[in-house]
């Protein structure tokens, strides 16, 4: 027995895919029989993870991305669970992250023409116009499997396409007649299947971008995503010790530059927080950064000069995006890094005092912030502070732990107190829809089964994460994991957004915002129901820690923990 299924799944594994996170249907008959197969004779083929939800398959997928760089494989039944990775697919989109997503398709006969021709009624629903458009525009690439004799071959390119920077997800559909298809077994040569190789820049742009930078009184460099590759952080860091450049982290999806290095000047989310390290700047670089700056909240002054250096610095799929810049590259951000850093060696340090000056002032910057960070950390009231609780869970985290934020209008409270300084700490879900922070942790904890991960999420975040499903999941293939729910109640964030648009609106002087939950919801209970959960809640700040060090030893002994702490409430 080989079939188009047998051959599409040994071209996941010679791709070195580890994972299938798959959501079956009757669509997949001849996936499944190929899977016993192989399992009969020890065949090796990627892990199947069996995901009640898709959404939570895909977020899965992204987290075990996100922490080692590798494309997984999703699959999903037809246009139905294609439709139900909802917003995790925009999250892989937006956030650059590869994944191979497969669904199959109804069949295409009808009379028991071929094997796998239709013999359900939902066949019939499921038959859709345009199956592969409803992935368009959040996937790099689409494609219908429509024989065996080249399904490797479609596999390899689509893994191909999905790692090439700008990196994200890829999408396969192939009809049930087509993957019952007997074919002939062929070899493939992985090695010629490689992402595109690292773009640099030409020599003259080189030198012109170092003429400026150092010529430059108050540079800045902002970045959200460069950490993604741990020796661009290591380039970083030289560039910014050596020339004394403060560092903006707008947005971050991962640790870009350490929290802890003198030239952090912090982070920008969507608070109405000015930044003057950035607003005083007269060259900026953004390196890495979809949304550098929010301009009715913080930018740079109209005469910056401004370089732009990304993978994909048209951003072609955000229909509105500008930032007048003297430079646009379309460019590996580590190999710039690395020639920019050449160029200043070869050029030699100039002027060493005012790179001595500049280096004070950003370092009593630096220092300021964190004294103001150390000081909201203190607990006032009786109620739990967001500030306390996460510095209290900054206690918790060693140098082998992975924090995950999805916490929304405590982003910036999160990440101020938790200060991520090491690459590969420190994840978000890079975009826009909720619910990322359960599956992404079972993902991480896949990807490192030897690391702790501690996954922080708001309330509404945890509800969107489909909890029933992640710790079904993350019981059934031991990925344990702490949660903690920054439990105010409802979604603050509409809330804040309408304020923000009409600070003294009619929602304001009735105080009514349409964004409270049931306060009788026990949301930890649903994790030890499904998933054998330590559950616990607290609003008591001085029983805190102590419950805190109890949930961080469950997981540690190998059981999930979500902590439901109560914070003020919306
Ligand atoms: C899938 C999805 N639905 C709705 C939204 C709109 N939205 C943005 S933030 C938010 C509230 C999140 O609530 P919670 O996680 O409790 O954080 P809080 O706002 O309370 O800090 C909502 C509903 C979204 N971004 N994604
Ligand atoms: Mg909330």
Redesign the pocket.
């Known amino acids: 027995m080989y079939t188009t299924s047998t051959a599409f799944l040994e071209a996941l594994q010679e791709a070195g895919v580890s994972y299938i996170f798959a959501n079956f249907g009757s669509d997949h008959p001849a996936i499944i029989e190929s899977l016993t197969d192989a399992a009969k004779k020890n065949k090796k083929l990627p892990k199947v993870i069996i995901s009640p939800h898709e959404f939570v398959a895909m977020s899965a997928a992204q987290g075990y991305a996100q922490a080692s760089g590798e494309p997984q494989a999703v699959i999903v039944h037809v246009e139905c669970g294609t439709q139900n990775l909802?917003?995790a697919i925009h999250n892989a989109f937006k956030a650059k992250v590869p994944v191979f997503v497969f669904a199959g398709a109804s069949p295409y006969t009808q009379e028991g023409e071929m094997l796998g021709s239709r013999n359900e009624f939902i066949h019939w629903f499921q038959d859709v116009n345009d199956q592969r458009g409803i992935m368009r525009g959040y996937t790099k690439y689409d494609n219908e499997i429509r024989t065996g004799k080249n399904v490797k071959q479609l596999v390899h390119r689509s893994l191909q396409i999905a790692k090439s920077e700008p990196q994200g997800p890829v999408y396969l559909m192939g009809p049930r007649e087509t993957m019952e298809e007997e074919t002939d077994p062929i070899k493939m040569d992985v090695k010629l299947w490689e992402p595109i190789s690292p773009s640099t820049l030409p020599e003259q742009e080189v030198s012109d971008l170092v003429a400026d930078l150092m010529a430059a009184k108050n540079p800045i460099v902002v970045t959200s995503y460069l950490g993604k590759k741990e020796e661009a952080v290591v380039e970083l860091i030289k560039l910014c010790d050596t020339l004394a450049i403060p560092v903006l982290e707008s947005v971050p999806q991962t640790m870009n530059f350490p929290a802890d290095n003198p030239m952090h000047t912090g982070y920008q989310w969507n608070e109405d927080k000015q930044h003057p390290v950035l607003e005083e700047a007269d060259l900026v670089l953004a390196i890495d950064s979809d949304i550098p700056w929010i301009p009715t909240k913080n930018k740079p002054k109209q005469d910056a000069t401004i370089y732009y250096i990304d993978a994909d610095p048209l951003k072609e799929d955000m229909p509105l995006w500008y930032i007048p810049s003297k430079r646009f590259y379309r460019a590996d951000s580590l190999q710039v890094l690395k020639q920019i850093n050449t160029k200043i060696v070869e050029r030699g340090k100039k002027d060493d005092s005012a790179i001595s000056t500049r280096r004070e002032e950003i370092t009593i910057f630096h220092n300021e912030m964190k004294k103001r960070i150390a000081k909201a950390a203190e607990q006032k009231g009786d109620i739990i502070t967001p500030e306390f609780l996460t510095a209290c869970v900054k206690e918790l985290v060693d140098e082998n732990t992975v924090v995950m934020n999805?916490?929304?209008?405590?982003f910036g409270v999160v990440t101020d107190h938790i200060g991520p300084s090491k690459t590969g700490s420190h994840y978000s879900s890079g975009a826009?829809?909720?619910?990322w922070n359960g599956g992404a942790a079972i993902g991480v904890k896949l990807a490192h089964p030897d690391k702790t991960v501690i996954s922080l999420?708001?309330?509404?975040?945890?509800?969107?994460s489909i909890p029933s499903v992640v710790h079904t999941m993350a019981e059934q293939y031991n990925t344990p994991f702490l949660t903690i729910i920054?439990?105010?109640f409802?979604?603050?964030?509409?809330?804040?957004?309408t304020l923000g648009v009409h600070p003294d609106g009619i929602a304001k002087n009735e105080n009514q915002f349409w964004?409270n939950f049931n306060p009788n919801s026990e949301l930890a209970k649903v994790a030890e129901a499904t998933g054998n959960a330590y559950a616990e809640t607290v609003d008591d700040p001085n029983k805190l820690k102590e419950v805190l060090k109890i949930a961080i030893e469950q997981v540690k002994k190998g059981r999930s923990a979500v902590l439901d702490v109560r914070i003020p409430k919306?």
């Open positions: 909802g917003g999805e916490t929304i209008t405590n826009g829809s909720l619910g999420t708001g309330d509404g975040s945890y509800l969107f920054y439990n105010n409802g979604w603050n964030a509409p809330k804040h957004s964004v919306v």
